[in-house]
Antibody
């Protein structure tokens, strides 16, 4: 069974940093492209970042470019999102999601709250 | 660049059929696959349709997807509505220039 389990969310002050993790199991993690997708409270879904299976190709949404860094460790079956210079508008549930052009499996999400 | 536009909300009675539209603002809807996700309150999204009209295993055949080039839109149709289908539904597509884009979501009420 495919499982994606996010962790690392919490309350952080504006300008602060946070690192999210996503532990994958039930499939060959190193063969799959992965993404981060977020959802602000009461709002819709927003794609955040993509990483290829090898980690050699990375994309970011304009809203996070230059502040967030996606990475993966295929030996540990893990996906990461380093978030720096956080803003109030980054407050959201962050999901890791598997897939190239669509997202076939999603984690349960981790809540990031940016507030003073 | 393009946007995907969905109705904010739809409602229908149990046992009936409902269709949710997803209209692409520019470029052809047929250019890139469309996916549909169901999100029940307090839960993560799950895929109900991928690649325009394919159903993942475990998704009932009451769910179907299609695209219509004349209206440049994709549609999610749910037949034999059940109260458990009450959820938010999002369409999503991909384009090499703007990458991954979601529709704004449609709240389905089954009353």
């Amino acid at each position: 069974e495919v499982q994606l389990v996010e962790s690392g969310g919490g309350l952080v002050q504006p300008g602060g940093s946070l690192r999210l993790s996503c532990a994958a199991s039930g499939f060959t993690f190193s063969s799959y492209e992965m993404n981060w997708v977020r959802q602000a409270p009461g709002k819709g879904l927003e794609w955040v970042s993509y990483i290829s299976s090898s980690g050699s190709t990375i994309y970011y949404a304009d809203s996070v470019k230059g502040r967030f860094t996606i990475s993966r460790d295929n030996a540990k079956n893990s996906l990461y999102l380093q978030m720096n210079s956080l803003r109030a508008e980054d407050t959201a549930v962050y999901y890791c999601a598997r897939g190239p052009t669509g997202f076939d499996y999603w984690g349960q999400g981790t809540l990031v709250t940016v507030s003073s | 660049n393009f946007m995907l536009t969905q109705p904010h909300s739809v409602s229908e009675s149990p046992g009936k059929t409902v269709t949710i539209s997803c209209t692409r603002s520019s470029g052809s809807i047929a250019s890139n696959y469309v996916q549909w996700y169901q999100q029940r309150p307090g839960s993560a999204p799950t895929t109900v349709i991928y690649e325009d009209n394919q159903r993942p295993s475990g998704v009932p055949d009451r769910f179907s997807g299609s695209i219509d080039s004349s209206s440049n839109s994709a549609s999610l149709t749910i037949s034999g509505l059940k109260t458990e289908d009450e959820a938010d539904y999002y369409c999503q597509s991909y384009d090499s220039s703007i990458l991954w884009v979601f529709g704004g979501g449609t709240k389905l009420t089954v009353l």
